[in-house]
């Protein structure tokens, strides 16, 4: 089966650095993507990692560990607008990249 | 930097009718990919296309059918609408021959069945 687990909220204060965790078991592996959803609007890409190693993009970093299949997601300088859902997917399979995602974190960011 | 373009971005459909979704992905992406989001759900994988053949599907109805056509805009055509199928329908394109495996998302459908 496919399983990918998040914590389902965090709070965080402006300002802060925050980390949210994603665990995935599943049956295939292409890569791993990381996208910010705020309420009722698209998913917004963040980052993608395919290899082991520290992915850093201005204030976002996402991190990748194939072999403990884990990744985080590290947040610096809160801003209020990063109050948002962020989504951790698994690309898998041979001929596409079809993405499973897990079922979101909902930060909070409080001044 | 053109973004996946979907049409309508509303739908108000009634239970049994039929409903076209239409999705343009970024220029030079030849990969679409179709997920459903419910409410308070994380987006599930519909299908997806690859240069204009079905390449994987997911979870979809059979009274769910799409296609990629030549210029590689893909619509997604729902018929015997259900109650059920109220979601908010996104499409995403990449580009993985062109070495860009990133999904980017386009607005959405917001499908509302009455």
């Known amino acids: 089966g496919q399983n990918i687990d998040q914590p389902t909220e965090m709070t965080a204060t402006e300002g802060a650095i925050v980390q949210i965790n994603c665990t995935y078991q599943t049956s295939g592996f292409n890569g791993l993507f990381w996208y910010q959803q705020h309420a009722g609007e698209a998913p917004t890409f963040l980052s993608y990692n395919v290899l082991d190693g520290l992915e850093e993009k201005g204030r976002f970093s996402s991190f990748l560990s194939r072999s403990k299949g884990y990744s985080y997601l590290l947040l610096k300088e809160l801003q209020m607008k990063d109050s948002a859902s962020y989504l951790c997917?698994?690309?898998?399979?041979?001929?596409?990249?079809?993405?499973?995602f897990g079922t979101g974190t909902r930060l909070q960011v409080f001044p | 930097a053109a973004g996946v373009i979907q049409s309508p971005r509303h739908l108000i459909k009634e239970k049994r009718e039929t409903a076209t979704l239409k999705c343009y992905p970024i220029p030079r992406h030849d990969t679409v990919y179709w997920y459903q989001q419910g409410p308070g759900q994380d987006p599930q994988f519909l299908i997806s296309f690859y240069e204009k053949m079905q390449s994987d599907k997911g979870s979809i109805p059979d009274r769910f059918s799409a296609q990629q056509f030549s210029d590689y805009h893909s619509e997604l055509n729902m018929s015997s609408l259900e109650l059920g199928d109220s979601a908010l329908y996104f499409c995403a394109s990449s580009s993985p021959t062109g070495g860009s495996y990133e999904q980017y998302f386009g607005p959405g459908t917001r499908l509302t069945v009455t």
């Open positions: 997917a698994v690309s898998y399979g041979y001929n596409t990249d079809k993405l499973i």
